[in-house]
């Protein structure tokens, strides 16, 4: 619980921090998408072939604001800007949250190929709830694609290959484990090219992970 406290407290002050440099910035952090997730899904699409990450949070929700930054530190700080990484973060205006809330919470994944984006309608919940058979919106999801699917169906989004949550309801062993995530991402890496832009250290760690599982 306290250290729940101290985690949920320190997101809070980086936020705020970032809330800060936001309001100093001409530039708008993110994408706002319209109904269709048209932009969203001509970029899905855009970085076929390589692993893409979906997360679909709340910009006002705590435990989301949590779990980005856990991911920062067990995944992308240790990748750099691997160009085979791309990640789709998906602001839905659940509890309350409306534009202004997007910009603070953009900056807690500091990554290259990471794009945020503003989903006015929350439709996008709705599409993965369908997707994945679930009885609740799906929101404080996170998930992971294979290089080669595909999201030709405006109608519906594909079903991702692997996923966590932070949710009610849902089976405990899927809770998000930012650790475990990370793993996931290393064994869909290890099927791809090695990247010149990614750094010696990132790679040797991802392939010594990989044969750390190996029986």
């Given at each position: 619980?306290?250290?729940?406290?101290?985690?949920?407290?320190?997101?809070?002050?980086?936020?705020?921090?970032?809330?800060?440099?936001?309001?100093?910035?001409?530039?708008?952090?993110?994408?706002v998408l319209d109904p269709t997730l048209s932009q969203?899904?001509?970029?899905?699409?855009?970085?076929?072939?390589?692993?893409r990450l979906l997360h679909i949070v709340g910009p006002?929700?705590?435990?989301?604001?949590?779990?980005?930054?856990?991911?920062?530190?067990?995944?992308?700080?240790?990748?750099?800007?691997?160009?085979?990484?791309?990640?789709?973060?998906?602001?839905?205006?659940?509890?309350?949250?409306?534009?202004?809330?997007?910009?603070?919470?953009?900056?807690?994944?500091?990554?290259?190929?990471?794009?945020?984006?503003?989903?006015?309608?929350?439709?996008?919940?709705?599409?993965?709830?369908?997707?994945?058979?679930?009885?609740?919106?799906?929101?404080?999801?996170?998930?992971?694609?294979?290089?080669?699917?595909?999201?030709?169906?405006?109608?519906?989004?594909?079903?991702?290959?692997?996923?966590?949550?932070?949710?009610?309801?849902?089976?405990?062993?899927?809770?998000?484990?930012?650790?475990?995530?990370?793993?996931?991402?290393?064994?869909?890496?290890?099927?791809?090219?090695?990247?010149?832009?990614?750094?010696?250290?990132?790679?040797?760690?991802?392939?010594?992970?990989?044969?750390?599982?190996?029986?």
């Amino acid at each position: 619980m306290i250290a729940s406290f101290h985690r949920l407290s320190g997101v809070a002050l980086i936020v705020a921090s970032l809330a800060a440099a936001a309001t100093e910035s001409p530039q708008r952090p993110y994408v706002v998408l319209d109904p269709t997730l048209s932009q969203l899904r001509a970029d899905f699409n855009a970085s076929a072939g390589k692993v893409r990450l979906l997360h679909i949070v709340g910009p006002t929700c705590g435990i989301c604001l949590r779990g980005l930054s856990d991911l920062q530190e067990a995944l992308y700080s240790k990748k750099g800007d691997d160009p085979r990484i791309v990640t789709f973060v998906v602001h839905v205006p659940t509890l309350g949250a409306h534009e202004a809330n997007v910009a603070p919470a953009a900056g807690l994944i500091s990554n290259r190929y990471t794009t945020n984006y503003w989903e006015e309608t929350g439709i996008i919940g709705r599409l993965m709830q369908s997707a994945m058979g679930f009885d609740k919106y799906t929101w404080d999801f996170w998930a992971i694609y294979d290089p080669h699917v595909v999201w030709s169906d405006a109608r519906q989004i594909p079903a991702p290959k692997f996923w966590q949550h932070q949710l009610d309801g849902l089976p405990r062993e899927r809770k998000l484990d930012p650790d475990a995530f990370a793993a996931k991402v290393d064994e869909l890496l290890a099927q791809l090219a090695p990247s010149r832009a990614a750094s010696p250290t990132a790679a040797k760690a991802a392939a010594s992970s990989v044969t750390a599982r190996r029986p």
